[in-house]
């Protein structure tokens, strides 16, 4: 990778952590790589996820990223749509299921806790309906 889409990956990652949405529709237009993470590993879309974002999270996905990239940051580690449903971001679960994230993927390479694991965990019930409604099923040993 060149220093300039380092650059550009550095800043989409910094203006989604902001959620500044205009900032990062021109760093896409600029040519800013929605899939690349940053030096850590980090996704924009993780980041966007995690952070309830539905708006850049929709420009993340329209750009190209893909749904259910795993992230590998320091503390930002796993799928967006698990990032979402932890936290009850219903309005991002939707956007994310409607980009095609599989609802059964589980985190650290399909090791891990589902997104729906982590919505009943948090006693997020709409995420957790939104999440059954796309088909999903608890991890074995989850209990809802």
């Given at each position: 990778?060149?220093?300039?889409?380092r650059?550009?990956?550095r800043?989409?990652?910094?203006?989604t952590?902001?959620?500044?949405?205009?900032?990062v529709k021109?760093l896409?237009?600029a040519g800013?790589?929605?899939?690349?993470g940053?030096?850590e590993?980090?996704?924009?879309l993780?980041v966007a996820?995690a952070?309830?974002e539905a708006e850049?999270?929709?420009?993340?996905?329209?750009?190209g990223?893909?749904?259910?990239?795993?992230s590998r940051?320091?503390?930002?580690?796993?799928t967006?749509l698990?990032?979402?449903?932890?936290?009850g971001?219903t309005t991002?679960?939707r956007?994310l299921?409607?980009?095609g994230?599989?609802?059964n993927?589980r985190e650290?390479?399909d090791t891990?806790?589902s997104?729906?694991d982590?919505?009943?965990?948090?006693?997020h019930q709409e995420?957790?309906?939104?999440l059954?409604?796309?088909?999903a099923?608890?991890?074995?040993g989850?209990?809802t």
């Amino acid at each position: 990778m060149n220093q300039r889409q380092r650059k550009l990956s550095r800043r989409l990652v910094a203006a989604t952590v902001v959620g500044d949405a205009h900032h990062v529709k021109a760093l896409l237009r600029a040519g800013a790589d929605p899939e690349r993470g940053d030096s850590e590993g980090t996704t924009p879309l993780y980041v966007a996820a995690a952070n309830g974002e539905a708006e850049i999270t929709r420009l993340l996905l329209v750009a190209g990223a893909s749904a259910d990239t795993e992230s590998r940051g320091i503390g930002s580690e796993g799928t967006p749509l698990c990032a979402a449903a932890c936290w009850g971001h219903t309005t991002t679960v939707r956007e994310l299921l409607a980009h095609g994230a599989d609802p059964n993927l589980r985190e650290d390479h399909d090791t891990g806790r589902s997104p729906l694991d982590w919505a009943i965990e948090g006693l997020h019930q709409e995420a957790t309906a939104l999440l059954t409604a796309a088909g999903a099923t608890p991890s074995h040993g989850a209990t809802t």
